[in-house]
């Protein structure tokens, strides 16, 4: 009951980011409905292609759809409110990817797969679906460019089979690893944390 | 044979309008067969990936990769007759994403899967071909943008789940559905319609 | 073994290819590793995805992951060093697409699919990966523009159909058609030569 309370608040917060990109770049009706979804559900959909877990989890349960669906209703009214609610909002995105990175790693322990697969897959369902809202949009991902988001997701499900190795009960391990993911995430917005510029300075 | 040659006739329109595209954008013959052939089977690829119904169909029946090349070869040679037919290729097309729509129906509900997302199937079917021709041509997917496309699909595969309700023969409740579904189309590009615009006017 | 080591090499030309193209586009590390992966791997999996061939290869043998990854450490610390190796990389990256075609057209088979088909499993494998890799960069695909680079996959896995039909030995036709694949790509480099202009001259 909690977790899927999370997972749908996790939801509610990727269709908005959907939203918000789409209105922006001014797409019509249909164009937000879809950009929302793949927000929401793109990352879990490739992981369970990639897996080979079909038909993928949002055709077998319609929680997803109909979550999405009513966001985006409710995202497109009250836009102009939005901007009030973007604290919120990004605690509950925060919340999200913690909580989808867990959900891939134990998709993929469930498919008998390696860690480093497994925190791979995780960060994919954390963060894949903005990759693919931002190439819908045509834009060069943004977690590719200037956020800490993946890495979160990556230290996060590194730390899960890290306890996981200690005599301690799996829930805790799991809940400790969601909790590593969000505080990194925030700590990081907070103080500007980006990955090292790789770059050498341009003249 | 009747659904067999709407079908291939919707293959072939579908591939022009992929030549179309790709011509416009100066890429090589490679470039403008792989954008017709996404442009024509890329629906229906990615809802079989998302059911799981691999091999995917263009590769067990090579009806589909034969007219496509044959399409494009003739294409290519009368581009510059191709606007003499812009009606009938609309005409092709409109009747293409009908059919396109009823057969995504149809793997859904061969899945078992329930109404709400055999249209989504559907709609995906007929036209998420060409938002892939349009994310490798690097544009912003024009159904989200300007063209009442989706819409049509989503009401006539709706309608169809409405008539099976009804005692009449699913043939006719079928084709009913692929018959909404092209005038819808016909009817939104014959008065301009479109979707109704959410945002904003800009001074 | 032989084949083997091709493997990796052409893997890690691949991978070079993709931290070139991210450098380039000044993304951060996190992009640069994802790029990296997508254009070794890309092509591979979405051909996986399309046979129905799931997990993935390179989620249940961690040599690609492992590879990749100390490739991109190189190659990012080493970024001013590269361009003295560009001759042995673009030898790699032509082993490795005459390696992969073979290798697409190899697992076509296992899946009982049609000579037609298999060339195009080839061929997406050898060269899907770059596509991936300029979609997620934001730019038109290469290999739809300017190179002979599917070409060369698409007429030397048609080789290997031919060589089969005379008797000699399988592994002598597998070996003739990679050579094939390599030689075509290395005289359409040296002469540059490209596919036909399909366009009339603009005045």
Tied chains: 1, 2, 3.
Excluded: H
């Amino acid at each position: 009951m909690f977790y899927q309370t999370i997972d749908i608040l996790g939801t509610v917060a990727f269709a908005i980011s959907g939203v918000l990109v789409a209105m922006e770049k001014r797409l019509d009706l249909f164009g937000v409905v879809i950009i929302a979804f793949v927000t929401s559900i793109g990352g879990g959909t490739l992981r369970d292609l990639l897996i080979g877990n079909t038909p993928v989890v949002w055709m077998r349960d319609l929680t997803y759809v109909a979550t999405i669906l009513i966001t985006v209703i409710i995202g497109v009214i009250f836009v102009n409110q939005l901007k009030y609610f973007r604290k919120s909002l990004f605690l509950f995105d925060t919340i999200g990817i913690g909580l989808y990175t867990m959900l891939g790693i134990e998709k993929g322990l469930q498919a008998d797969l390696s860690p480093i697969i497994c925190i791979a897959l995780g960060t994919m369902t954390a963060s894949f679906g903005g990759v693919i809202r931002d190439i819908l949009c045509n834009e060069i991902p943004v977690i590719f460019r200037k956020e800490i988001y993946a890495t979160a997701c990556i230290l996060g499900g590194a730390s899960y089979f890290l306890f996981t190795r200690f005599p301690i009960k799996e829930d805790y391990a799991y809940v400790a690893a969601i909790c590593i993911v969000i505080s990194l995430r925030l700590v990081a917005v907070k103080f500007k944390i980006r990955l090292p510029n790789i770059y050498k300075k341009e003249i």
